[in-house]
Nanobody, 116 residues
């Protein structure tokens, strides 16, 4: 059974940091391109960051470049998102996504709230 389980969300003050994790199981993690998406209230889901299967290449949305870092540990079947210098506009539910060919899987999401 395929599972993606996000964790690490919470309430943080502006300027603070959080590290999200996504634990994968039920599929060959290392063969999938992994991404983080987010969805704020009343807005469409948007791509935040993507990392290739081996971790050698990453891409980021302009809004998070220089503040967020995506990484993966294929041995641990885990995806990470280090988020620094958080802003109120980063408030959203964050989802991890696994994609390979016709296959795509989603986690249930973790809430990140940036507020003083």
């Amino acid at each position: 059974q395929v599972q993606l389980v996000e964790s690490g969300g919470g309430l943080v003050q502006p300027g603070g940091s959080l590290r999200l994790s996504c634990a994968a199981s039920g599929f060959h993690f290392g063969a999938y391109v992994m991404s983080w998406f987010r969805q704020a209230p009343g807005k469409e889901r948007e791509l935040v960051a993507t990392i290739t299967t081996g971790g050698g290449s990453t891409q980021y949305a302009d809004s998070v470049k220089g503040r967020f870092t995506i990484s993966r540990d294929n041995a641990k079947y885990t995806l990470y998102l280090q988020m620094n210098s958080l802003k109120p506009e980063d408030t959203a539910v964050y989802y991890c996504n696994a994609a390979a060919g016709q296959y795509a899987y989603w986690g249930q999401g973790t809430q990140v709230t940036v507020s003083s």
